[in-house]
């Protein structure tokens, strides 16, 4: 059982200094979800489990962040207000409408989520997006057994419950989507695991 004392990640500032402390800016992350996203020109980008949304980018045509918890969606509306392109809303990934959304073509992000979900929520989660016409799906991460004490640390104090090796994320992955890239990213304290995803035709 994870600490009690984790559920401070459930506050915006305290998710946000511990995740700076662990994984410092993510940009290794950023950079490789934007050039996989960016090179398919997705009308939309839905960001599954956007937590206080610093996957958002500003060069992106439109975002939707998705969070369950309310409080890092209003900290995600009141940083990123002046950008239009920028939208958040509350609601849980697994029974979000997803139907309003098919005509666009969408790049989807999925940080530091996989691990957060049990198999049959991820084969939920799949068989809606696969309705929609998506053009790129890029997932990043953790692994169960980085090299080094301190990162094997960061993974047992990790709230996510479903931590999977790279070859088991990737099994999941290949029910409905061909994989175009895999990277391990290194963020910190932390070792991602990126994989690159196009809809099986
Ligand atoms: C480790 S955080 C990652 C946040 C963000 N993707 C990032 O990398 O900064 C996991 C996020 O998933 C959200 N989450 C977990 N289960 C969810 C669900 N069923 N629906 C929506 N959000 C969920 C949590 O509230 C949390 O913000």
């Not at 953790?142 to 931590?163: E, F, Q, S, T």
């Amino acid at each position: 059982m994870k600490l009690d004392i984790l559920r401070i990640l459930d506050y915006p500032f305290w998710f946000n200094l511990i995740r700076y402390i662990i994984t410092g800016s993510q940009q290794s992350m950023k950079d490789y979800v934007y050039k996989w996203l960016s090179s398919e020109s997705p009308h939309l980008v839905l960001d599954i489990g956007c937590g206080t949304g610093d996957f958002f980018d500003k060069r992106y045509k439109e975002y939707i962040g998705i969070d369950i918890n309310q409080k890092f969606i209003s900290f995600a509306e009141k940083k990123y207000k002046k950008f239009k392109n920028a939208n958040f809303v509350v609601g849980d990934v697994l029974f979000y409408k997803y139907g309003n959304l098919r005509r666009r073509k969408i790049g989807i992000i999925l940080v530091s989520m996989m691990h957060h979900l049990s198999d049959e929520e991820l084969f939920l989660l799949f068989d809606n997006l696969k309705k929609l016409n998506v053009v790129s799906l890029v997932v990043c991460d953790i692994i169960p057994n980085p090299k080094g004490l301190l990162k094997k640390l960061m993974v047992a104090l990790d709230r996510g419950a479903y931590i999977r090796s790279e070859e088991r994320k990737i099994e999941i992955l290949k029910n409905y989507f061909e994989i175009v890239d895999t990277k391990m990213l290194k963020a910190g304290l932390a070792v991602q695991c990126g994989i690159v995803c196009r809809l099986k035709k």
